[in-house]
């Protein structure tokens, strides 16, 4: 008696979780695939005056990929349900930490560089107003600039600043955390 009990409640809930409208997913989104179909995403532009040539290009394909892999959505060309755009509004590089020269002749020398990204995003749910949004994203990585130059390491850098952005920008929009 007790096991048909299981499976009864086991079978309630199992009906309970598949008729949500609202799916949920190991990614943690919460779409409601039902009303929501397809995002697009606008060119970013590089409004920084910094960075590689090609960064704006770079974040834009970036998360567009993002969302195609972890969401069921379709990419549009434009007006999807889901609409993304924006501009890469900083990218500076600001000194950390002091390491004196030795010589007091000489100046002290910066022990570290940060680099830090920002991207103004304007996020638009055409079946959710509620959910739209217009927010800056920002986030820095530092490096060693007595080891190596920004060169030599600022490619990995930037794809690194932009997949924690990108992780953000995912947690504020279709995640809801």
Known sequence: MKLSKA???YGALLLIFQSC???YSFTGTNINYE???TFSVENF???????????EQRFTEAIKEYYQ???QLELVRTNGDLQFAGAISRYTLTPQAAVSSGDPNLPDR???MR???SIDVEYLNTTNEEENLKRTFSFFKDYDPRTTTLLDVENQLVEEIFEVIIQDIFTATVANW
């Open 21 to 23: 409208a609202v799916k």
């Open 69 to 71: 892999r972890n969401t």
């Open 35 to 37: 009303l929501v179909k």
């Open 7 to 9: 499976i009864t409640l």
């Open 45 to 55: 532009f590089n409004d920084s005056g910094g960075g590689p040539a090609n960064m």
């Open 115 to 117: 680099l830090t990204i």
């Open 110 to 112: 910066a022990g570290l």
